[in-house]
């Protein structure tokens, strides 16, 4: 077990890749807080199946693109647990919006939640982990964010801003022991892509397969976990400000 009895909190965990890495990371021994937006049930099953494997988790409800909200997630987590030793900053929202039709308020739902929340996740637990002597981050970005994908720019502004923040706060943070570094995964099917893999994307996913070197068209959640354990350990104290692109090859041309 390789994060035995830290204390994980992942946003956005009741499905898609922050479940996934929240049950792979209960496997690896730590203790996890599900954070859910808008399905208690979903969360409570994870949270479940987590404990009757012998695992320790509980759920909190917070809409991590809101300031207050995310400070008191935070807050409760370290009450409940009396620490937390890993941020999984993973919450996410893509729409895919052309320039001339992403209004302000889309605009402003994809920085808040993508880019906004996880700088005050991050900037709320400096404090405690100052007292506990480090912490580490890991942020969610994404292939929109090392590269670029049309009809998307506020996603990938966002997602952009992700891969440079976690180089910020890497170079301001490091010396204090607190770890920050990114993913970038590829397309990996969940429900936030299900409008790109439906019906009527054939030439999408033909592009996709044609595209990306290993043929692969979507990854599956649990192919993101490895380089989120891996992060999470003291295997990667020496890891600061990094990306690790995980994308099955996409962007290797
Ligand atoms: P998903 O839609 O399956 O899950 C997103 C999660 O975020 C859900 O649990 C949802 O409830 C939660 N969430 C949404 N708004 C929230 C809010 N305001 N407060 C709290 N939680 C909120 O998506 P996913 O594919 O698992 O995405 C996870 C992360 O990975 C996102 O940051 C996404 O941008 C990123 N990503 C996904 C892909 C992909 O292909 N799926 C690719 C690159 C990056």
Known sequence: MRLKDK??????????????????????????????????DKADKIVKDIVAAGGKAQAFKADVSKVAEVEKLTADVVKTFGRVDILVNNAGVFRTVPVM????A???EQLDLNLKGYFFAVRSLVPHWRQIGGGKVINISSIAGTGAFPNCPAYCAAKGGVVNLTKALAAEL?????NVNSIAPGNVATPLNAHVRGPGND?????????????????????????AVFLASDD????????????????VW
Do not use: C, Q
């Open 174 to 178: 490091g010396k204090e022991k607190i």
């Open 106 to 108: 889309i605009w402003d």
């Open 236 to 251: 990667a104290r020496m890891v600061h400000g990094e990306t690790i692109i995980v994308d099955a090859g996409w962007s």
């Open 203 to 227: 030439e999408y996913i033909k592009m996709m397969k044609l595209f990306t070197p290993t043929g692969i068209d979507f990854m599956d959640p649990e192919d993101m976990t490895g380089a």
């Open 7 to 40: 204390v994980a909190l992942v946003t956005g965990s009741s499905m898609g890749i922050g479940e996934a890495i929240a049950r792979r990371y209960a496997k690896e021994g730590a203790i996890i807080a599900i954070n859910y937006l808008k399905n208690p």
């Open 101 to 104: 039709e992403t209004t302000e």
